[in-house]
């Protein structure tokens, strides 16, 4: 969205990029079996490339999915070395070593690079024992560094993210903030008449605890597994995970394990449906690991604010989530992987009157994530990069 964004302020927008295939990991139906080609999209050139897509998510199988993009991306890149130059190249990550192909390609062009980091992923890797082998760590970090060094700017989405790449030797000037955003014109407070619920079957008057998007290991979603066994007897609440990842087929499992019929799974809805089912929540979640504490900022978070929606946000003090949740009111705070902790803030929750939460959240989107402020600033910062 942020390409087409760009080429509506008529900038000539190219994208290298998979097919798509998520979230349910699989290729999309129109993209099976297609090798490289090049599709208009909004404005947009987008050049797609084949990819390994895993069928079962685990951490070997999810390397070698990210390695056969950057393997087949670089066909679309040497096509790139005999075409027009390019002002500014962004390269968005993980995978980290993606930018290895944009810095190529700025050796050649001698053009402007941005490296814009979504989550750290090698220290999300290291910190949730994904990979415990020192010497490749070591490699990994080096390989990382030494990638945002040959990068004008280095952008994130946390002041927590980019105080972590700063202390990796990355000097301030290089840095610059660039938020995740919400377009708060499509993604906004909604009644319970308008959300979901009739839809879904879900009873006007039940409390509903949502969980929405990806289920993966940084989460630590078991705990929702956990925390619903200590309500399975309370006939009108109900947990709701709406969402695909690596994960899901445990937690379904655990929840079936546990023979608990207060939890429905649902596939991720459409983008604009998002509004509707935010809106069917009492309570959302915004869960995570101690371990990924500023390493990746929950990009979930945006919509929720955007729709007005009270969240339990596990983050602990120091983190930028945490400060964030904090000082603006706008969302409740529980300590990371406990289940106790969700369990009481749940219970809390059900029972205070959240439209203070749900006002400073709305509020606090409409100030800081908007979506025509943050990319104008970006363009702004883009219009100085070329102009030195």
Same mark, same amino acid.
């Given at each position: 969205?942020?390409?087409?964004?760009?080429?509506? %302020?008529?900038?000539?927008?190219?994208?290298?990029?998979?097919?798509?295939?998520?979230?349910?990991?699989?290729?999309?139906?129109?993209?099976?079996?297609?090798?490289?080609?090049?599709?208009?999209?909004?404005?947009?050139?987008?050049?797609?490339?084949?990819?390994?897509?895993?069928?079962?998510?685990?951490?070997?199988?999810?390397?070698?999915?990210?390695?056969? =993009?950057?393997?087949?991306?670089?066909?679309?890149?040497?096509?790139?070395?005999?075409?027009?130059?390019?002002?500014?190249?962004?390269?968005?990550?993980?995978?980290?070593?993606?930018?290895?192909?944009?810095?190529?390609?700025?050796?050649?062009?001698? &053009?402007?690079?941005?490296?814009?980091?979504?989550?750290?992923?090698?220290?999300?890797?290291?910190?949730?024992?994904?990979?415990?082998?020192?010497?490749?760590?070591?490699?990994?970090?080096? &390989?990382?560094?030494?990638?945002?060094?040959?990068?004008?700017?280095?952008?994130?989405?946390?002041?927590?993210?980019?105080?972590?790449?700063?202390?990796?030797?990355?000097?301030?000037?290089?840095?610059?903030?660039?938020?995740?955003?919400?377009?708060?014109?499509?993604?906004?407070?909604?009644?319970?008449?308008?959300?979901?619920?009739?839809?879904?079957?879900?009873?006007?008057?039940?409390?509903?605890?949502?969980?929405?998007?990806?289920?993966?290991?940084?989460?630590?979603?078991?705990?929702?597994?956990?925390?619903?066994?200590?309500?399975?007897?309370?006939?009108?609440?109900? =947990?709701?995970?709406?969402?695909?990842?690596?994960?899901?087929?445990?937690?379904?499992?655990?929840?079936?394990?546990?023979?608990?019929?207060?939890?429905?799974?649902?596939?991720?809805?459409?983008?604009?449906?998002?509004?509707?089912?935010?809106?069917?929540?009492?309570?959302?979640?915004?869960? %995570?690991?101690?371990?990924?504490?500023?390493?990746?900022?929950?990009?979930?978070?945006?919509?929720?604010?955007?729709?007005?929606?009270?969240?339990?946000?596990?983050?602990?003090?120091?983190?930028?989530?945490?400060?964030?949740?904090?000082?603006?009111?706008?969302?409740?705070?529980?300590?990371?992987?406990?289940?106790?902790?969700?369990?009481?803030?749940?219970?809390?929750?059900?029972?205070?009157?959240?439209?203070?939460?749900?006002?400073?959240?709305?509020?606090?989107?409409?100030?800081?994530?908007?979506?025509?402020?943050?990319?104008?600033?970006? %363009?702004?910062?883009?219009?100085?990069?070329?102009?030195?």
């Amino acid at each position: 969205m942020q390409a087409k964004w760009l080429a509506k %302020q008529e900038h000539e927008v190219h994208v290298i990029t998979a097919m798509p295939y998520y979230p349910e990991w699989q290729i999309h139906g129109k993209y099976k079996g297609r090798k490289w080609f090049t599709e208009m999209l909004n404005g947009v050139q987008v050049h797609r490339c084949p990819l390994y897509v895993p069928q079962v998510v685990n951490s070997k199988k999810r390397i070698i999915h990210e390695f056969s =993009f950057v393997l087949s991306s670089s066909f679309a890149w040497l096509r790139q070395l005999f075409a027009k130059k390019a002002d500014v190249v962004f390269c968005v990550a993980p995978p980290f070593h993606l930018n290895y192909l944009p810095v190529f390609y700025k050796f050649f062009k001698r &053009t402007k690079l941005i490296y814009h980091i979504q989550d750290l992923q090698v220290d999300a890797a290291k910190d949730l024992g994904m990979i415990q082998n020192k010497a490749f760590l070591s490699l990994m970090f080096a &390989t990382e560094r030494r990638l945002m060094k040959k990068s004008e700017r280095v952008t994130s989405i946390s002041e927590g993210m980019l105080n972590k790449i700063k202390a990796k030797g990355i000097s301030d000037a290089q840095v610059l903030f660039f938020p995740n955003w919400v377009d708060s014109n499509v993604i906004y407070p909604l009644s319970k008449e308008n959300s979901l619920r009739k839809e879904l079957g879900i009873d006007m008057n039940a409390g509903v605890v949502l969980y929405s998007g990806n289920l993966g290991e940084k989460q630590g979603l078991e705990i929702i597994i956990e925390a619903a066994k200590d309500f399975k007897e309370e006939k009108n609440m109900l =947990f709701l995970i709406c969402g695909s990842g690596g994960g899901k087929e445990k937690l379904m499992q655990l929840a079936q394990d546990a023979q608990l019929n207060n939890i429905r799974f649902l596939p991720l809805q459409p983008y604009e449906k998002l509004s509707a089912l935010l809106a069917v929540a009492d309570i959302h979640l915004v869960l %995570q690991k101690k371990s990924a504490a500023d390493l990746v900022m929950p990009s979930k978070l945006t919509g929720i604010l955007a729709a007005g929606g009270c969240a339990l946000v596990a983050a602990e003090p120091g983190t930028s989530l945490y400060e964030v949740i904090n000082e603006y009111r706008a969302g409740i705070l529980i300590e990371p992987e406990s289940v106790e902790a969700l369990k009481a803030g749940i219970k809390n929750a059900l029972s205070a009157d959240l439209d203070s939460f749900r006002k400073n959240a709305r509020a606090y989107a409409e100030r800081f994530l908007d979506k025509e402020a943050i990319l104008n600033t970006f %363009q702004h910062e883009l219009n100085a990069l070329t102009s030195r």
